[in-house]
């Protein structure tokens, strides 16, 4: 199986429609590790993990994002292992807090 590490920075109307619950909803679906957050400039961040194939299509799903929101640009580059420890321990994926 050939795994996949990225971590994506999402900007628009990202905030306070639901795209942290979206984003949660459908990585868990596709069984991928990772998180997502708020940031304080108003764009959400994400990592994902898992196969290739999979995750790429999870970047694609951001790229649409829920009906409420407005996805102007994804920021999508390669991460290392070492971020998948900034989720809660004992989750496969967690809604961190907003920094």
């Given at each position: 199986?050939?795994d996949?590490i990225?971590?994506?920075?999402?900007?628009?109307r990202v905030?306070?429609?639901?795209y942290?619950a979206f984003?949660?909803?459908?990585?868990?679906a596709r069984?991928l590790?990772g998180?997502?957050?708020n940031?304080?400039?108003?764009?959400?961040?994400?990592?994902?993990?898992?196969?290739a194939?999979v995750?790429?299509?999870?970047?694609a799903?951001?790229?649409?994002?829920?009906s409420s929101?407005?996805?102007?640009?994804?920021?999508?580059e390669?991460?290392g292992?070492d971020?998948?420890?900034?989720?809660?321990?004992g989750?496969?994926?967690?809604?961190?807090?907003?920094?």
């Amino acid at each position: 199986m050939n795994d996949a590490i990225r971590h994506v920075t999402i900007r628009g109307r990202v905030q306070g429609v639901g795209y942290r619950a979206f984003v949660e909803d459908e990585a868990t679906a596709r069984d991928l590790e990772g998180w997502v957050r708020n940031r304080r400039d108003g764009s959400v961040e994400a990592l994902f993990t898992g196969p290739a194939a999979v995750v790429t299509d999870m970047i694609a799903a951001c790229r649409r994002g829920p009906s409420s929101a407005r996805v102007d640009a994804v920021q999508d580059e390669a991460a290392g292992p070492d971020l998948l420890n900034l989720r809660r321990a004992g989750d496969r994926f967690s809604v961190l807090p907003t920094i």
